[in-house]
């Protein structure tokens, strides 16, 4: 009888491939640890990978295995190296029940993820890359999957929020998505609602650094490039044959400090202070407020600052809140998505939960 059991469940065990051991990674197994074991009882961490090497067990990794793994991590002692020459074994061992967890922000996965499809398994993705790369590489995903059946990324927009489930069941409901304008920055969310407060924006910057909320180079959110990628991810499943290079961005990093060191732009960003105010000062005196959106319409994507109305549902966004708000042929009055947007712990919840919807999949 326990024979038949053990026989069962491995049956229905769903074996995790996680790609990446970063803040989110990490957050990721330790939400993963406090599961209920009935919930995590269809789930097995079978390995833990980086960009060089790979750590796993052939039974799969146990908590204690995850537990210590973390603990290494964090404390610098982590060594993986010496799985390295099992990495190719591991990958051929991909099937219908692997699913693959890439945490990373390196397209360098992509051969890992199609070799996985290719043989059945499934992934999860918070990895915007993959998605916002070539229009070809998104293609061969979507064919690859099963029209993104067995790819669920979820955390690419909006990191938690229902955003991409919302929009893949308006497209196979046959509903036309006329316009999608969001606000998916919540580092650029909180620079606009601290310069209504009247803040400086080099105190803001250095702040919102300080809090985590920006990369440890800054510019990388001020860019505007992680909004475009967003918005270029949402035209993409709209229908849309866009490369990012299409996509216009409004790019709010002073250009004389685009190319110097992260300590020299932090250091002369002051010069630029009188520059933000008066362009905060104009919108805030006609009731306006200026919100750095993506906008994907039936013609174009783009991410830039707006001047959206005070009471507006954007307008109205503070802080580091996301909103996602989406016009079709049903929803004239639209769609409104609203909530956390940013952070590691949301960001990882949400990996998880779409790890988790794969616990009733067919797949």
């Known amino acids: 009888m326990q024979f038949m059991k053990d026989l069962l469940l491995g049956y229905?065990?769903?074996?995790?491939?996680q790609l990446g051991l970063g803040n989110i990674g990490i957050e990721v197994i330790r939400q993963f640890l406090?599961?209920?074991p009935v919930v995590k009882s269809d789930f097995k961490y079978?390995?833990?990978m980086d960009s060089k090497n790979c750590i796993f067990k052939k039974n799969c990794l146990d908590d204690k295995d995850l537990r210590k793994l973390i603990d290494l991590k964090l404390s610098g002692k982590?060594?993986?190296?010496?799985?390295?020459?099992e990495k190719k074994k591991l990958i051929d061992s991909f099937g219908?029940?692997?699913?693959?967890?890439?945490?990373?922000?390196?397209?360098?996965t992509y051969p890992v993820i199609l070799e996985c499809l290719k043989n059945s398994g499934s992934a999860v993705l918070a990895n915007k890359k993959l998605l916002a790369g070539e229009q070809k590489r998104f293609d061969v995903l979507k064919n690859a999957s099963d029209s993104f059946d067995r790819?669920?990324?979820?955390c690419s927009v909006g990191a938690g929020l229902p955003i991409i489930y919302s929009l893949k069941s308006l497209i196979k409901t046959n509903d036309k998505i006329k316009e999608i304008r969001g606000c998916f920055s919540g580092t650029l969310g909180y620079v606009f609602s601290e310069l209504e407060n009247?803040?400086?924006f080099s105190e803001i910057v250095r702040k919102a650094k300080d809090l985590g909320y920006t990369e440890p180079d800054p510019r990388e959110d001020l860019s505007g490039k992680d909004v475009a990628r967003k918005a270029l991810i949402l035209a993409r499943l709209s229908g849309k044959k866009l490369e990012l290079s299409d996509v216009k961005i409004d790019n709010l990093v002073p250009e004389k400090l685009r190319k110097c060191t992260v300590e020299e732009f932090l250091n002369n960003l002051s010069d630029f202070d009188k520059v933000f105010e008066k362009r905060i000062w104009k919108a805030l005196v006609k009731d306006k407020r200026m919100r750095y959106t993506a906008l994907v319409s039936e013609t174009r994507a783009s991410a830039g600052v707006i001047k959206a109305d005070k009471y507006s549902e954007i307008g109205s966004l503070k802080g580091t809140l996301n909103m996602c708000v989406i016009r079709t042929r049903r929803y004239d009055n639209p769609l409104i998505i609203q909530g956390p947007g940013a952070g590691v712990k949301v960001t990882a919840d949400g990996v998880l939960r779409n790890i988790l919807e794969f616990k009733t999949s067919r797949f």
């Not at 229905?12 to 491939?17: A, D, H, L, V």
């Not at 982590?78 to 020459?85: A, F, N, T, V, W």
């Not at 219908?96 to 967890?101: L, Y």
């Open 198 to 200: 009247g803040k400086k």
């Open 34 to 36: 406090k599961l209920d």
């Open 12 to 17: 229905k065990m769903k074996k995790i491939i």
């Open 46 to 48: 079978k390995a833990v």
């Open 151 to 154: 790819i669920k990324f979820e």
């Open 78 to 85: 982590l060594d993986m190296s010496k799985y390295q020459h």
């Open 96 to 108: 219908r029940k692997t699913i693959i967890v890439d945490v990373t922000a390196s397209d360098e």
